[in-house]
């Protein structure tokens, strides 16, 4: 049982601040996540976490014990995935047996545990062979059940699976995700890929330059964004932002394409969020200011539309291959309920 919590924590290097004031509570038993670009300081918390890093300020919790002065050994988290390459010498069983080997754990022990994380793994059937002999997707569960086949309270994972192909990456985090359930063990995990942070995670953290900037179900940040930023960050295509006026008629953006009713909104200039998926088009009416669109993009079971609207570029996502041409007019139409809507500092306005 392990939850782990931070308390204004903040670690710089020189004058970097790597983590700055974080704080945020990981339950037992819980997939999460911290997602955000290169160098916000994910790993830097998971350091903090392992305590191979001591924070300069703030406190550090596990089961609500301050662990600031507790060795990394003393804390029974583990930093699993470093290396997901198997020992091409040895069998997938000698394989997933050595880091106990490697500790010295009693034979009948390592059997034990090898028996359970296989069992879990679905690879008993497997463990007689050597890494040459199987799947990649085989290959990916038992270096996965290496890595788990010891029994921390807690585990962390940085970036696992980035070196694998798409295809590979999909299958296996959906394995992890299932692994863990069925562990019930609480596992942090670091990512820059936002569709993979949005599958595995219960909750998350979206960080921007060592700052927590929403904590939330992937779906909760995804429906309801603090910011443009946390907007920005999930989604593809990403959301659309678009400069637009609250004036007393109502909402006027995009050269007039989106017009609305008065809202919530105060009055002045905002930024206006669509989700590319709720973004319609339609059959301009006589006179409306509409949109040209400018390339159409079929994927299959989607379509991606890029539309020009004056000076301001929007993406629709719609469903099946519409019958949409290159340059023609269309009108533009969303649901008032669908909308975000920012101010001038990016921050969301109403909620
Ligand atoms: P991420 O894992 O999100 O890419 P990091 O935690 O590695 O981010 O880094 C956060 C910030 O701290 C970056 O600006 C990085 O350059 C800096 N940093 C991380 N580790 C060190 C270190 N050992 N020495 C100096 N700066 C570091
Ligand atoms: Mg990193």
């Keep these: 049982m392990a939850q782990i919590a931070f308390r204004n924590v903040t670690k710089r290097y020189g004058r970097t601040l790597a983590v700055d004031d974080a704080t945020f509570t990981v339950e037992d038993n819980e997939f999460f996540c911290f997602f955000g670009p290169p160098l916000s300081g994910k790993s830097t918390i998971l350091r903090l976490i392992l305590g191979l890093e001591t924070p300069d300020e703030g406190e550090i919790l596990i089961d609500g014990k301050p662990v600031n002065a507790v060795s990394p050994a003393a804390r029974n988290v583990a930093m699993v995935f470093q290396n997901l390459a198997l020992f091409p010498h040895m069998t997938a069983r000698e394989n997933v047996a050595f880091p106990l080997v490697e500790r010295k754990m009693p034979q009948a022990d390592i059997d034990r545990r090898v ?10 059937h497997i463990l007689h062979k050597p890494p040459a002999q199987l799947s990649g997707g085989e290959r990916q569960r038992v270096a996965i059940a290496r890595a788990l086949v010891r029994d921390p309270a807690a585990y962390l994972m940085d ?3 980035s070196a694998l192909d798409a295809r590979l990456r999909e299958e296996t985090r959906v ?34 330059k060592g700052r927590i900037r929403q904590v939330g179900a992937p779906v909760e940040i995804y429906d309801r964004p603090a910011s443009i930023y946390v907007a920005s960050l999930l989604g593809s295509p990403a959301m659309n932002i678009v400069a637009g006026r609250r004036g007393a008629a109502g909402i006027e953006a995009a050269a007039g394409a989106i017009r609305l009713a008065a ?26 200011a509409g949109a040209t669109v400018v390339e159409v993009e079929p994927l299959g079971g989607y379509t991606v539309v890029t539309l020009d609207a004056g000076a301001t570029r929007l993406r629709a996502l719609m469903r099946g291959q519409p019958d949409i041409r290159p340059q023609s007019r269309v009108a533009l139409r969303c649901d008032p309920a669908r909308l975000h809507f920012f101010g001038q500092g990016g921050g969301v306005l109403v909620r």
């Design 115 to 124: 028996a359970q994380v296989s069992e879990k793994l679905h690879i008993g």
């Design 159 to 161: 970036d696992p699976i």
């Design 175 to 208: 394995e992890l995700k299932r692994i863990q359930r069925e562990l019930g063990k609480t596992l942090i995990y670091v990512t820059h890929d936002q569709e993979e942070a949005m599958s595995v995670a219960d909750r998350m953290a979206i960080l921007e």
């Design 263 to 288: 809202s919530a909104v105060p009055e002045g200039t905002i930024e206006i969020g669509v989700r590319p998926e709720d973004l319609k088009v339609a059959e301009p009416e006589a006179g409306e």
